[in-house]
């Protein structure tokens, strides 16, 4: 593939839950400004810039936030509030875009290419920023590159409110002296292994024959090989807004087992929330349905605060399971729908408690290996 061609915009909005909580309060302005559940066992969500300066950063728990900076103020985040900004912004990217990728709940792409012959580029992308930003009064930082991964790391160099354009004759020269960090898909673990062996900066990385990282790194080698070289040919994905996912089951023979029937909706529950989390999205709306043996259907839904969490859902799906078992008669099909879904990490405004955020990292790691069913609820070991 040709990159020179290419124009790929990220856009990203800047401490995005942190801003969203300005627009209502004035007062945060200019103040250390901490989103997160309660102190003593929450963790930090977001965190303004001012924050930042003390060495405050998301996925940190709240006690040492504040020990760290003890004079900032913590909001209780709001998961409606931030869905419907998002939506706000995206409806604006989608009206101007030709092709946008929403990739966060505060994170878009958009292909440009072959705009270039009509309209510069950067000149396009600073316009449509500027009207974001006065539209909603949200700030928002992008980069500009011939691919995904570059402008991504462009914006992050570029925050706050900034504006990076990297022409393909730059990109190496921009990459080469940024620590490996910066590429999207080294984490703790990976920057530790390349860390042990003197591998520190993107230039050094890049420099690295590809066939020894994928012996040191397994398949992800190649694509760490790449990147670093600037050389990434994912596309964006246009769009599409998946507003529900569900998952329901006809018994073999009907059944008045209640205890099992709850069992198998726990099931399903933990299976579409781990896709949730997959897929990085949240709920606002659960459902449960029936089917009695003469084929009589009954639906009880409910809304939710944005989640993606088992335990809140498994019991507002028993509560609802419930409500619409009315009749002391065999049941045929039982389902369960999640909806209201949009772009955003569970662990964000979610939990309040840092160990059931980690138990739920550990279930999912677990899952990733070995599969959906590789940790199961016991009150789930049913089958009908």
Not at 48 to 74: D, F, Q, T, W
Not at 298 to 312: E, I, L, M, N, R
Request: glycine share 6%; charged share 25%.
């Amino acid at each position: 593939m040709d990159f020179r061609n290419r124009h790929i915009v990220h856009m990203d909005l800047d401490t995005f839950f942190v801003s969203c909580q300005r627009l209502l309060d004035s007062s945060l302005n200019g103040k250390p400004v901490i989103v997160g559940g309660a102190a003593e066992r929450g963790v930090v969500a977001s965190c303004s810039y001012e924050a930042r300066y003390y060495g405050v950063h998301s996925a940190m728990p709240m006690k040492m936030a504040l020990r760290i900076c003890p004079n900032a103020v913590v909001v209780k985040g709001d998961m409606d509030l931030y869905a419907r900004k998002s939506e706000d912004v995206t409806n604006m990217i989608a009206e101007a875009a030709p092709v946008y990728e929403k990739s966060s709940i505060d994170e878009f792409y958009m292909d440009l290419t072959g705009m270039d012959r009509y309209f510069g580029c950067f000149g396009w992308t600073n316009e449509l920023k500027q009207r974001i930003e006065k539209e909603t009064g949200l700030p928002i930082s992008f980069g500009l590159s011939p691919t995904k991964t570059v402008s991504k790391i462009a914006t992050g160099e570029g925050k706050p409110r900034g504006q990076l354009q990297i022409p393909f004759e730059q990109v190496r020269p921009f990459l080469d002296p940024l620590p490996i960090q910066k590429i999207p898909m080294i984490g703790t673990a990976t920057y530790k292994t390349l860390s042990r062996v003197g591998i520190r900066t993107i230039k050094t990385l890049a420099g690295i024959p590809e066939e020894v990282l994928v012996r040191l790194l397994g398949k992800n080698g190649s694509s760490l090989h790449h990147k670093a070289n600037g050389i990434d040919s994912a596309p964006v994905m246009q769009h599409h807004e998946r507003k529900s996912i569900s998952s329901e089951r006809t018994f073999t023979r009907d059944s008045m087992d209640i205890v099992q029937i709850k069992g198998l909706l726990v099931q399903m529950v933990e299976n579409l929330c781990y896709q949730l989390r997959a897929e990085q999205k949240v709920a606002s709306v659960i459902a449960v349905k029936i089917r009695y043996t003469n084929f009589d259907t009954h639906v009880q839904q409910s809304k939710v605060p944005y989640t993606a969490c088992d335990h809140v859902l498994i019991e507002r799906a028993l509560e609802l399971f419930d409500k619409v078992y009315e009749r002391r008669m065999m049941i045929r099909l039982v389902g369960v729908k999640l909806s209201g879904l949009v772009m955003g990490n569970y662990q964000i405004n979610v939990f309040d408690n840092v160990t059931i955020i980690n138990l739920y990292q550990a279930m999912d790691r677990i899952k990733n290996r070995f599969g959906k069913y590789a940790v199961q609820r016991a009150s789930s070991l049913y089958d009908l």
